[in-house]
C-alpha cells in the first residue's frame, strides 16, 4: 500500500480535533505535520488542543504553531460554539509534548518545497498561515499536491453572518489570496455537515456504544458544539464540517458532486464580508480557479467517521 501524505492546518477545537483523529488513524495516510491557527480558540489553546489529539492517537506527529490573528482583520474566536477551552466538557488540556516550534509558516513553505506535488494539505480553519506563505513563497501553489478546504458555502447560508461561514470570515483576505493563488483546491462549504450529515442521536449512541478512548473523545469534545449547533443553528443532531471535509480528502468517493468555477470572497462590505462567491453558471467568463463540492454522499462519511474511531 502506497501511503498519502497529509499536512493539516487546524483552530483545533472541537471538530477540528475529530478531523484529526481521522487521519491519524487512516491506514493509508501518514500526517507528517500540523500547523495550528489562531481561529476558534487562541493560538496557543489551539495548538494544546491539537497536540493533545495527537497524544491520544498515540503519534508523535509534529505540531507547529503559526499566525495568532489575521493578515488586516481584528482577531475573533468561537468559544461561545466550541465551550471555553474549545473541547467541550473536556475543558483545558494538558498535552505531554510541547509544540514543534513557532514557525508554522516557514514549515510549510519547507515541507512542499521538499516534496513538490507529492503532500496533500487540509486546511480546517482560517486560511491566514497558508495566505502568508504564499506571500513568502508563491511557487507553494503548485507544490501543495491537492489542497481540501473546509471554509466557504457555497452561494448558500452562512454560519456567522447571513452570507458567511467562520473560517473564511475570520481572514477574508487571506481566503481570497489562497483562492486566487493557482492552488488546486476544493472549497468544501459549511452546507454539507448540515440536516442529514449532522450525526443523529442513534448515530451518537452507536459512536458511544463502539466504548473506545477514541470514540468517547470524539463525543465529549463536541458536547459544547451540539450544544450550540441545536440551540443556534436550529441542528438535530452534531455537526462536523472539519471531519466531513477531512473525510473527502481520506476518500474522494464521499464527495458525489463537484465542479470547477470562478470564486472569489467578498472583502469590501462588512455585510458580505467573507462571503464565497461561486459563479456556478460562468456569467462573468472568468476562468475557473477552484473546484467547489455540491453533494456529498452521506452514509460514507458517517461510516469513515466511525471506522476511524474503532
Ligand atoms: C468552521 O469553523 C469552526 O468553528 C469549525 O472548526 C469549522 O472549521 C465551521 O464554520
Ligand atoms: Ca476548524
Known amino acids: 500500500m502506497t501511503t498519502r501524505r497529509f499536512i493539516i492546518d487546524t483552530d483545533t477545537a472541537s471538530d477540528d480535533a475529530v478531523a484529526i483523529v481521522m487521519a491519524l488513524q487512516w491506514p493509508d495516510v501518514e500526517v507528517d505535520a500540523i500547523t495550528v491557527v489562531y481561529g476558534n480558540m487562541p493560538l496557543k489553546i489551539a495548538s494544546a488542543n491539537a497536540r493533545y489529539s495527537v497524544e491520544i492517537c498515540g503519534k508523535e506527529t509534529p505540531v507547529y504553531e503559526g499566525c495568532a490573528h489575521p493578515l488586516l482583520r481584528s482577531v475573533a474566536h468561537a468559544d461561545w460554539f466550541h465551550g471555553p477551552y474549545g ?9 505531554q509534548r510541547p509544540a514543534a516550534g513557532q514557525n508554522a509558516v516557514a514549515e510549510l513553505i519547507r515541507r512542499f518545497g521538499e516534496a513538490p506535488g507529492e503532500i496533500t494539505l487540509v486546511t480546517l480553519g482560517p486560511l491566514t498561515n497558508i495566505a502568508a506563505a504564499l506571500i513568502v513563497e508563491p511557487r507553494l501553489a503548485e507544490w501543495v499536491k491537492e489542497c481540501y478546504i473546509m471554509g466557504g458555502a457555497a452561494n448558500c447560508v452562512g454560519n456567522v453572518t447571513p452570507a458567511a ?5 475570520c481572514d477574508p483576505e487571506a481566503a481570497r489570496i489562497v483562492f486566487h493563488s493557482g492552488m488546486k483546491c476544493l472549497m468544501v462549504g459549511w452546507e454539507h455537515c448540515r440536516f442529514d450529515s449532522a450525526l443523529s442521536f442513534e448515530e451518537m449512541a452507536a459512536i458511544r456504544a463502539l466504548d473506545t478512548p477514541l470514540a468517547h473523545f470524539a463525543l465529549d469534545c463536541n458536547s459544547y458544539a451540539l450544544e450550540a449547533g441545536m440551540t443556534i443553528q436550529g441542528a438535530s443532531g452534531l455537526m462536523l464540517p472539519d471531519p466531513v471535509t477531512m473525510a473527502i480528502a481520506l476518500d474522494n468517493r464521499v464527495c458525489t458532486r463537484r465542479s470547477r468555477h470562478y470564486v472569489d470572497v467578498a472583502c469590501a462590505e462588512e455585510l458580505t464580508r467573507g462571503m464565497t462567491v461561486v459563479d456556478e453558471l460562468n456569467v462573468t467568463g ?6 467547489v463540492c455540491w453533494e456529498i454522499d452521506k452514509p460514507l462519511w458517517k461510516e469513515i467517521l466511525a471506522q476511524t474511531l474503532r
Not at 165 to 169: K, R
Open 87 to 95: 473541547m467541550g466538557k473536556l475543558g483545558e488540556l494538558h498535552p
Open 165 to 169: 461561514e467562520f473560517n473564511i470570515w
Open 286 to 291: 472568468h476562468k475557473p480557479n477552484m473546484e
